[in-house]
């Protein structure tokens, strides 16, 4: 058993800090993701034409358990793969392959959103979306940097003049209370404004639906925006109120973004291959999901040992 996993047994409570969710929660995602493994597994091996029986090879050093939680420390504290390896007591490059193997695993269980959670059933995703069109919903965007890519129309494409560097940006559309992220949309080109991205995927929602954001929004009539000060001009004292009124329904958004950089690989540069981006990031919405309570996994009867 690694330092790790036998670190958070023997102090359950010190979990969120060490991967991002409460004990219990980790418990669920576990016993989910190994059942989606064999799953997979037996399908794979239904598939194989085999001339000796199965069951040989070499035996993996770590246990499923152990690696799901290298996967979710990875991505919690965003440390090398060298390190990773060696704290789990295992190579390098197998660190880095139990992470790729383990990623798109967590990434099906964990839908990154409500509306992702209900679009494979048309009639639950009309009565979500209509029932939606009773709040005013939240959206803001945040960048994070990326390597800086080699092709020369690939760097100015994602090079923002904002940042300063190269970057991607993802969209994040909220509750009014920040009980759950309702949709989002990850690895756009940093330039790309935020109104042109939020006009690309509003389809996602009735024509109906409302929304509040910053002044990065300003036009969108769908969207109800700050007070602008007009240029060479002030504020009046009740319009600094309205904004400050404004802002205080608004910061919940701020609170969730947050949340979801307690994930150090979207806080820092984007060191992985740009075409996971996408993928890393709904997957760390997934868990922050769980983490606050808005996705239940269905619980197993057999305990986490």
């Not at 358990?65 to 504290?77: A, C, D, G, M, S």
């Not at 024509?207 to 769908?222: A, N, R, S, V």
């Amino acid at each position: 058993m690694s330092d790790i996993l036998n670190h958070i047994e023997e102090n359950p409570k010190r979990t969120k800090r060490l991967i991002g969710l409460e004990y219990e929660q980790l418990q669920q995602l576990i016993q989910n993701a190994e059942r989606l493994h064999y799953d997979k597994q037996e399908l794979l091996e239904s598939k194989k034409v085999r001339i000796i029986a199965g069951g040989g090879g070499r035996k993996p050093k770590l246990s499923l358990k152990e690696q799901i939680i290298l996967t979710l420390v990875y991505l919690r504290h965003l440390t090398t793969f060298e390190l990773l390896g060696i704290q789990f007591g295992v190579s390098e490059s197998t660190a880095n392959d139990t992470f790729n193997y383990w990623l798109p695993i967590l990434r099906e269980l964990l839908p990154s959103s409500l509306i992702e959670q209900v679009k494979k059933n048309e009639s639950d995703l009309m009565v979500v979306k209509e029932i939606l069109t009773d709040y005013e919903l939240i959206v803001d965007s945040y960048e994070q940097v990326r390597e800086r890519p080699v092709d020369n129309k690939e760097q100015e494409k994602y090079y923002s003049g904002k940042a300063c560097k190269h970057t991607f940006k993802s969209q994040i559309i909220i509750l009014p209370d920040a009980k759950d992220i309702v949709d989002v949309v990850a690895g756009e080109p940093g330039p790309k404004s935020d109104i042109t991205m939020f006009r690309e995927n509003r389809d996602n929602f009735d024509p109906k639906q409302k929304f509040k954001g910053d002044l990065g929004y300003l036009g969108e009539d769908l969207i109800d925006t700050p007070i602008k000060t007009p240029r060479n001009g002030k504020l009046t004292i009740e319009q600094k109120k309205e904004n400050k009124e404004f802002s205080s329904n608004r910061v919940f958004v701020e609170h969730r973004i947050r949340s979801v950089k307690i994930f150090r690989v979207v806080q820092e540069r984007f060191r992985l291959n740009p075409k996971k981006y996408e993928q890393v990031i709904l997957t760390i919405c997934g868990v922050v999901r769980l983490r606050i309570g808005a996705l239940i996994l269905p619980a197993e009867i057999y305990a986490f040992t």
